[in-house]
């Protein structure tokens, strides 16, 4: 329940407008400076914009969670439920690792070992290979869309051969991610609702072929492990489908936006890409730099799980809560300068992968895909130049750019 004493976001917060999309920086230092706390009618959410709340809420899984469901009804929290035609769409997309312990706990414990420092290393050479063979064809070509043409394959033959999709299917994936990543958007239509479900549905379909497939006839991949383990009664069918789908879209979507954010840092900062090439040994404060500068998530939500006060602020129970990770890394007062690109920055405690029980679960990959395709860059396409500005997608929660057009 709101009052006359909640502080409510300023009209400069406008999550449709292309302009925000395109650069949310000073926004988020007014919400920072003015309205840290702060409640967005037009989505129902509560912003949090400082880096400490951000911090502390992510690591508070006890009363701020992803998923209610096994605890309380939508009713009980005073929410209203999702629209039934919408059943098929959440069933896939909202199980698994958005759940909460003890599932949560469990799911990781099956996944972990896939996306572990020493596998992501063992996965490190393949990886810089199809980097430097997709570069390789982009310098011949004389450049053209960098998204297309080397990071999105790259981010695709990678979380394909993890989760075992086959490789003549992954242009599927393309088809589905899109509408799917839709009603994550705060100003979905219904039409863009309806298309999300039709791709959930038929997503839903291929990998239940897959996972039966796999089943009967294993191979080296998670999926297989995972069949092996439903064997086992240690996970179900369904978790087994939507631990697939959630690997598949964020494996593909995660990585490919902080590459391709990334390297537009560095275009539009050409004093850093000539320093890193000088001395690549700096990669690896480049990489926490570039996911610290421009964040892939923008925005997570949580939810409440009973009424609490934030810098004073009462947040009700059941209330959607608004995580701006990107406001939070450019928080002066946990970063100094943070609005510089500077990838000889140390100490860089950024919150780009969330904290927590929910911290990425494919940040090792992450780092790994950037890392290969920088590299890759820098030696073999080291005056490479931006030849317009970028369009970007439709949502600043998950926002990315749809293309980077470049000469070498």
Not at 20 to 34: D, G, H, S, T
Not at 161 to 186: C, K, N, Q, S, Y
Not at 205 to 227: F, H, N
Request: proline share 7%; glycine share 4%.
């Amino acid at each position: 329940m709101l009052n006359t004493e909640t502080p409510m976001a300023p009209s400069s917060f406008d999550p449709w407008s292309s302009e925000f999309i395109a650069n949310p920086f000073p926004v988020y230092r007014e919400l920072r400076e003015q309205y840290p706390v702060c409640y967005f009618k037009p989505t129902d959410q509560w912003l949090i914009s400082r880096y400490d709340h951000v911090n502390a809420l992510l690591r508070d899984h006890r009363r701020f969670v992803c998923s209610y469901t096994h605890l309380a009804s939508h009713e009980e929290m005073g929410r209203t439920p999702q629209p039934d035609w919408q059943e098929p769409f959440w069933r896939l997309n909202s199980g698994s690792l958005l759940s909460e312990p003890p599932l949560h706990t469990e799911i990781r414990q099956l996944l972990n070992p896939r996306f572990s420092s020493q596998e992501v290393k063992r996965l490190q050479p393949r990886c810089q290979k199809l980097a430097e063979k997709l570069v390789d064809n982009f310098v011949t070509a004389g450049g053209g869309d960098l998204v297309a043409d080397v990071i999105e394959p790259l981010g695709l033959a990678i979380i394909g051969d993890i989760v075992g999709m086959p490789t003549a299917d992954r242009h599927l994936l393309l088809t589905w991610i899109g509408p799917i990543l839709e009603l994550f958007i705060p100003n979905h239509t219904t039409d863009g609702a309806q298309c999300a479900v039709r791709a959930a549905v038929e997503f839903d379909a291929y990998l239940r072929e897959l996972m039966a497939e796999r089943a009967e006839r294993p191979d080296v991949s998670l999926l297989s492990d995972l069949m092996a383990a439903h064997a086992r009664e240690e996970i179900s069918r369904q978790d087994i489908a939507s631990s697939a789908a959630m690997l598949l879209i964020g494996g593909l979507h995660a990585p490919v936006r902080s590459m391709a954010l990334g390297c537009l840092a560095m275009l539009r900062h050409p004093d850093q890409w000539e320093l890193l090439r000088h001395h690549p040994e700096l990669m690896p404060s480049a990489i926490e730099e570039l996911l610290r500068y421009d964040t892939p998530n923008h925005m997570f939500e949580r939810f409440a799980l009973e009424d609490i006060k934030v810098d004073g602020v009462r947040i009700p129970r059941g209330a959607e809560v608004a995580l701006l990770f990107a406001s939070a890394n450019h928080d002066p007062a946990q970063f100094t300068d943070p609005e510089r690109l500077d990838i000889t920055r140390t100490n860089n405690r950024h919150l780009a992968l969330a904290a927590g029980i929910h911290f990425c679960l494919g940040a090792h990959l992450i780092r790994c895909q950037m890392a290969a395709v920088y590299s890759a860059l820098l030696r073999k396409a080291p005056h490479m130049r931006l030849l317009a500005e970028p369009q970007w997608g439709p949502g600043y929660n998950i926002r990315g750019v749809l293309a980077l057009h470049v000469a070498v």
